[in-house]
């Protein structure tokens, strides 16, 4: 069974920063474009940032451009997502994704003073 | 950015009737390789998304063939042939032709 897991969500002040992290089990990733897609408390979908398999090409909404970013460590199955300089309008359920195919439960962002 | 616009936003239907979403997008999504990159995902309350078609009508493993999707370049649409209790959720369209990736707002099917 696959397993996407996300960690690291919490509350934080406006300006802080967070490092988001994603463990795969049941597949390995190296193939997979890997993405962050968030949600703001009842609202609809927004795609955050992908990485390719190469590792080195990432992509960003422009709301996360020069705040967030995103890596990958392969041989730990894992994708991580950098949040700096954060917003309230950050908050949001943060999940993680193999390019759609397969998601994790989410894990909440809270930023607020 | 792609704009998806999704119709009705709130979809109340009888158990065991068909049900239709439409997604329409600003942009072509016909993308080089001449493919439309189109995909439906349901979200049922309180989990995850779940995609259910990718690349248009391209069913995702286990999801039941009451569903159908078709469509292409602007205009797409997400079928159910007879609504059961478990379909209550709130169902996305999402676009990767173009980048930023974007979604609809979602329509919400309720019983």
């Known amino acids: 069974e696959v397993q996407l897991v996300e960690s690291g969500g919490d509350l934080v002040q406006p300006g802080g920063s967070l490092r988001l992290s994603c463990v795969a089990s049941g597949l390995n990733i190296n193939t997979y474009y890997m993405s962050w897609i968030r949600q703001a408390p009842g609202k609809g979908l927004e795609w955050v940032a992908h990485i390719r398999p190469d590792g080195y090409t990432t992509y960003y909404v422009d709301a996360a451009k020069g705040r967030f970013y995103i890596s990958r460590d392969d041989a730990a199955n894992s994708v991580y997502l950098q949040l700096n300089s954060l917003r309230t309008e950050d908050t949001a359920i943060y999940y993680c994704s193999t390019g759609t195919v397969h998601w994790g439960q989410g894990i909440l962002v809270t930023v607020s003073s | 950015d792609v704009v998806l616009t999704q119709s009705p936003l709130s979809l109340p239907v009888t158990l065991g009737q068909p049900a239709s979403i439409s997604c329409k997008s600003s942009?072509?999504?016909?993308?080089?390789?001449?493919?439309?990159?189109l995909s439906w995902f349901q979200q049922r309350p309180g989990q995850s998304p779940r995609r259910l078609f990718y690349k248009v009508s391209t069913r995702d493993s286990g999801v039941p063939d009451r569903f159908s999707s078709s469509g292409s370049v602007t205009d797409f649409t997400l079928k159910i042939s007879r609504v059961e209790a478990e379909d209550v959720g709130i169902y996305y369209c999402m676009q990767h032709s173009h980048w930023p990736h974007t979604f609809g707002q979602g329509t919400t099917l309720e019983i």
């Open positions: 942009q072509s999504l016909v993308y080089n390789d001449g493919n439309n990159y």
